[in-house]
């Protein structure tokens, strides 16, 4: 029979303060990565940029989480949790001080370069509090505590997406109009004082990390490890990841949600800007979701486990996925920018319960597997940019057809919300059966 390495944590001492520590990680995180939703279609208008170039923004980031998640778990491998947390800060640090920079030559590439940077710090934050929030405790209730810095996460999302809107899209409809009439010279000069208000916002935003990164060193953090499951009659203790079926289909079905969750997130602003709704309104539409998914959140912490498993959260949360979906195609106008909010109902339990199901008897191989986990975030850096293609694509040819570019504009953005089904069934498929996948040793 096999044994813990050691005693869950919860067993020992209370833990809510390490909770509190991890969800004021969670809320930085949070805030940094969506506030895209602000960023992708002011370096649309900055850059003179197509939609599938404009989602470069969200690639940019997410990429860093395939490039950095091994050396992720190596780096707290060789340092631990806490200290891997406070480098991650820094590194973010550093990615905000780009944008100074970038600013500066109003560069895309440079700006995707500290968007980037500042990913791959994320990486190394959600490598090491992710795991570690899922073992601070008993497994059956890890849902409810990630679904508690899901909360966290979404409010900082929120308002990062509210302070960035106003910061970053203000008037961007006034400046739009302008640039359509003036010279070359003019055109230039009103880009570059567009992009000139990243500058302050960034700078604060560095600062603010560097001390973050600082204080977490000095934190009391308990140490965990994970457990591994009790061996049956005839079988011998695991010896490669790749003896863990149900950790890479979690892989995969969390890849697909990561692009799902970034899709309903990312792309909202600018959906409801080719509807020719106002973008004083529009740069609103991101704090939807966010408000979905901390409702959902809430219910999770109130439900899980107590009244429902994470299992049936998950599979509940597929389904809503698929309906939401399909009803995004068949609405149009204000009302199916509605249901486009409501994926965050459907996505906000998806990543709590993928987490401790595809965790769950990993021991020894729990960081490599929170390694592959986290590369599945990936999913946010592939998945919108085909969706921006395909808008490009249906516009092209809904324009060659003798469609106006406002209908085209608008008809491409609802049509191409398609990706997002066989999202969510493969979601389902993991939720049904996937989950349940082992392999046998003997």
Known sequence: MSKAIDMPIAQKQSSLFPILVIAGLFFIFGFITWINGALIPFMKTINELTDAQSYLVASASYISFVVMALPASF????????KSMSLGLIIMALGALLFIPAAEARTYWVFLTGIFIQGAGMTLLQTASNPYITILGPIESAAKRIAIMGIANKVAGALGSVIFGALLLSGIDNIKEQLSTVDATEKASLLNQMADSVVMPYIVMALVLFILGILIRKV????VEAETEDLKDGETAKVSIFQFPHLWLGVIALFVYVGA?????DTIISYGISLNLPVEEAKFFTLFTLMAMVFTYALGVFLIPKYISQVLALRVSAVLGILFSICILLTSGFTSVLFVAALGIANALVWPAIWPLALKGLGKFTKTGSA???????GGA???????????HKKEALLASGTDALNSAAEA?????????PCYVLILFYALYGHKIRFKTS
């Open 261 to 265: 969750e970034v899709i309903a997130g």
């Open 382 to 392: 592939l998945i919108p940019p085909l969706y921006g293609t395909l808008v490009d």
């Open 220 to 223: 009391n953090l308990p140490h």
């Open 413 to 421: 953005s609802t049509s191409s919300y398609w990706i997002l089904i």
């Open 372 to 378: 592959l986990l986290i590369m599945a975030i990936s």
């Open 75 to 82: 780096i707290i491998g060789k340092i631990g949790y806490k």
